[in-house]
């Protein structure tokens, strides 16, 4: 199913395309064979027929340490912003958009995973 999914929108998107792009476009149709793959399970599965499936797994304790975690990357991510935006302007920083959204991201998903980390061996 999402082999086929892939392939149809790499196929949809080549037929409008000359032959320069092409590869590109093939490569975006692989990269994205998970993330199909992905949505068809999560459209075509049901959560009864998965053996040991909690009810609700929202109110897991798993989830609530995900919550707690992202919550305080975010303070820690507005904090960080502030502290960048002070000092570019006191320094005169020069970067690039992508290269500053680049490293939030980063920065972002690795405090994520730090804290989750830390909130599981503190309370797991």
């Given amino acids: 199913m999402a082999l ?3 392939g ?3 196929l949809w998107a080549l037929a409008g395309l000359d032959g320069s792009r092409r590869s590109e476009i093939l490569l975006v149709a692989f990269v994205s064979l998970p993330s199909v793959f992905a949505m068809a399970w999560v459209a075509l599965v049901d959560p009864g027929s998965i053996r040991d499936a909690v009810q609700r797994p929202d109110d897991t ?3 609530h340490w ?5 919550s305080g990357a975010f303070t820690d991510l507005l904090l960080v912003l502030g502290v960048v935006l002070v000092a570019g302007v006191i320094v005169d920083l020069a ?3 992508r290269v500053a959204l680049i490293a939030l991201t980063t920065f972002a998903m690795a405090d994520v995973g730090v804290r989750l980390v830390w909130i599981r061996r503190r309370e797991g």
């Fill in 8 to 10: 149809a929108l790499a």
């Fill in 4 to 6: 086929s999914v892939s």
């Fill in 95 to 97: 970067v690039s958009l």
């Fill in 66 to 70: 995900l919550q707690r975690a992202q």
């Fill in 61 to 63: 304790i798993e989830s």
